[in-house]
């Protein structure tokens, strides 16, 4: 038997309506490698955050499951870390704190006070927010708010870092500098992370593998798509490369008319 | 060269410039309201002045701010007739240990009539303690309510009875409770004191219930998500999560309880005759003398003044503890 990092086999869910039930996904497959970058597109609507709060343990799947290194996944926790859409800080503490509350979960066992400091300092630096690190959530920017929302995650040292459409609610411009911070991130540390988006540009440049949703209800996924585009991947080189705007094409040609909304 | 032809208007403009200035800045806050109780007070003396009762005159506002020095010099009198009793018995005492240092010497408290003064403390005093005994029930009860949509379920209908129910239906019960339950030959407290403060305690428990439980019922489901993606343990999600997001309704909730508590405590102080502002009232109203409507009238001020204070405490609280700043607190 082969060992994927995670594993989601068969994963379905019902939500309970006025109507009765409404399979929202089913039969959901997929495998995902150690260090793999994987977005999930869709329409709105199609069950991705669904998918996302299955791997996170917020939802139970009905039926099928998750196995992540070998265990099943039935319970939120922080090996499965997630950055909210929008940033989910804690807005009576700091930016600093903040990540602290997570270091302080995850390491209070395993790191002095000095380590755990360092290490949260260390996570700032990353997301480049050190010099913030003592305002408050409300007094810094949104995309600002979602670097924090990333150190925090990161923090936590998880398995799999989940993220649910983390740049949807900012501008291009800082959009675009978010994803060249969590480029040089992934490259560096190397997690596993899987990714919503609406932005197909935003999933062929961060993405080794795109998960394109077909609709729901019993959404599914549809096609996967392989991004072999080397990487440190740079959005200007990009601009003027063939297959990325094959990759690009290939996305928009399943969202648009395989999979195009009946009344959109 | 000057040109004082010139000059004095532009001087003159600028006087003029400064002074609207200062009354636009100083009118909204300060002379507005200055307004308001100088109207009040006219048509107070004006309506006084007309009506006539069985104790004599109503009384305006002139003869309650007489009567408010009165009561002020009194409790000075009775401070001084304290303060003379004391040293004459510490003399006295002194002086038989010094004759005989194995003397057995008495210390009896003065008895003297409690004053206004001493009436506006016993009733600070009372109001606080069931204040503070509604809110250590309330705040965590609220907390469980709004945490647990089934304990909540089974709660509220209790909690719908019994917010409305009047101090006064209260008291009786309370009284009797107290005299069989606390049964002490050296009480703490006195019987009375645990009778208003109890009785004041069941009244302001119910705001600050619901507030709370409001307060906790709607946090963010994001932040609740966030805590079980850290897997915070039950209590560090109370003390992490819940409390802080919930400081700000908390708050709202306790400071229209403290309102209600005092306004609780006079009725319950009236009708039980227990000591405070209350007490004074009643007594002053059976007393029937020519000054106990003025008297009367100063304990109402006093009373709404106290009110206002309490009220502009809790709300210096609540901006201390707001994480919030920026929320408007009025």
Known sequence: ?264 | MSNPSVATPITETLKTARSSALLKRWAPPLILPLLGIIGFLLCWQLVANNIQTSLGQFPGPVQVSEQFSGLVSAHLREREKARVFYERQDTRNAALLAKNPDAEVKVRPYTGKPTFVQQIFTSLYTVMAGFAIASLIAIPLGIVCGLSKTIYTAINPLIQVFKPVSPLAWLPLVTMLVSALYVSDDPLFAKSFLTSAITVALCCLWPTVINTTVGVASIEQDLNNVSKVLSLSPLSHVRRIVLPAAVPMIFTGLRMSLGTGWMVLIAAEMLAQNPGLGKFIWDEFQNGSASSLGRIMVAVIVIGLIGFALDRLMLLLQRQFSWDKNAVLR
Request: net charge negative; with cysteine; charged share 25%.
């Open chain 1, 1 to 264: 038997m082969s060992h994927s990092h995670l594993e989601l086999t068969g994963v379905g869910i019902d939500f309970p309506t006025d109507k009765g039930l409404y399979r929202a996904l089913q039969n959901v497959n997929l495998r995902i490698d150690k260090g793999e970058f994987v977005s999930l597109i869709g329409h709105s609507g199609c069950g991705k955050s669904t998918v996302l709060n299955i791997v996170a343990g917020l939802y139970q799947a009905t039926t099928g499951g998750v196995i992540l290194d070998g265990r099943e996944v039935d319970e939120p926790g922080p090996e499965r870390a997630v950055v909210f859409q929008n940033h989910s800080l804690l807005p009576w503490l700091s930016c600093y704190q903040n990540v602290e509350l997570a270091v302080r979960q995850v390491f209070r066992n395993s790191k002095s006070r000095g380590e755990m400091r360092d290490w949260i300092e260390h996570n700032l630096e990353l997301v480049h927010m050190m010099h913030a690190k003592d305002k408050r959530p409300s007094e810094i920017s949104g995309g600002m708010k979602q670097r924090i929302g990333i150190a925090r995650a990161l923090a936590m040292q998880p398995k799999v870092l989940l993220m649910d459409e983390p740049f949807g609610a900012l501008d291009a411009l800082t959009r675009a500098h978010l994803q060249d911070s969590l480029m040089e991130i992934h490259a560096e540390l190397g997690n596993t992370v899987i990714m919503i988006t609406h932005d197909v540009d935003e999933a062929v440049l961060l993405s080794d593998r795109i998960v394109m949703m077909s609709n729901g209800p019993a959404a599914s996924v549809g096609e996967i798509l392989h991004i072999q585009l080397q990487r440190p991947r740079e959005r200007i080189a990009l601009a003027h490369d063939a297959r990325y705007h094959e990759y690009r094409a290939a996305v928009l040609e399943f969202l648009y008319q395989k999979q195009q909304r009946p009344a959109a």
